[in-house]
């Protein structure tokens, strides 16, 4: 089955830098690549996704890069809030069986004000 | 309808209670999930649902016995529970998929303490 390893599992950054976290997968049948952030107590919110055709993906201050080739793929918050402090959950996604999601071990991002 | 809706938000419930979870949308979704969330873990995978039909078990304890009733509907029914079963639910549901990956939602859970 797939195996997804994400890095860091814990960051700290000075409000305003950049956040960079990182997820590899194992499986070169994986053609999605979702991003979720949870805040405690609440659900993973999809906060931006891409597809194997795509190489990268922007959308305001997050953009998500994907390196089939690798295998790996890198979630990046510039200009970082405290409102961004979260768990940020990586998962790679094969068209198999119902659409099974494969997560990361998780990232847990604190923005220091 | 953009929303995936659980009730109850929390149960506690006996070793020896017999509960349900449900989890509905509205979106015209052909796949939904149940996951178990530990604290600080990634959502796991428990069972998925396409087209009503069982697709994927995770080779979970048949004391968790999942039920699609109609395309809108999940049902996680609870028996004879463990302590170490203590978790937030989750339930997600996808459109489906026919050759190309589609995106996840998930419900906001459903905090379940075992006593």
């Known amino acids: 089955g797939e195996n997804v390893e994400q890095h860091p599992s814990t960051l700290s950054v000075q409000e305003g830098d950049s956040a960079v976290i990182k997820c590899t997968y194992s499986d070169s049948a994986s053609n999605y690549f979702p991003w979720y952030k949870q805040e405690l107590g609440k659900r993973p919110q999809l906060i931006i996704d891409?597809?194997?055709?795509?190489g990268e993906k922007k959308d305001q201050r997050i953009a998500v890069t994907l390196n089939k080739t690798a295998k790996h793929f890198s979630l990046h918050i510039t200009e970082t809030q405290p409102e961004d402090s979260a768990v940020y959950f990586c998962a790679a996604s094969i068209h198999r069986w119902g659409n099974q999601f494969y997560f990361g071990t998780g990232t847990s991002l604190t923005v220091i004000p | 309808d953009t929303e995936v809706t659980q009730t109850p938000k929390h149960l506690v419930m006996g070793m020896t209670n017999k509960k349900s979870l449900k989890c509905e949308q509205h979106m015209g979704h052909r796949a939904m999930y149940w996951y178990k969330q530990k604290a600080k873990k990634p959502p796991e995978l428990m069972f998925v649902?396409?087209?009503?039909?069982?697709?994927i078990n995770e080779s979970v304890p048949s004391r968790f016995s999942p039920e699609c009733p109609n395309s809108s509907l999940l049902n996680l029914h609870l028996h004879a529970l463990q302590p170490e079963d203590s978790a937030l639910y989750l339930c997600?549901?996808?459109?489906?998929?026919?050759?190309?990956?589609?995106?996840?939602?998930f419900g906001p859970g459903t905090r379940l303490t075992v006593t």
């Open positions: 649902y396409s087209y009503e039909k069982l697709s």
């Open positions: 891409i597809r194997s055709n795509v």
């Open positions: 997600a549901s996808s459109p489906p998929g026919t050759g190309a990956p589609y995106e996840q939602y």
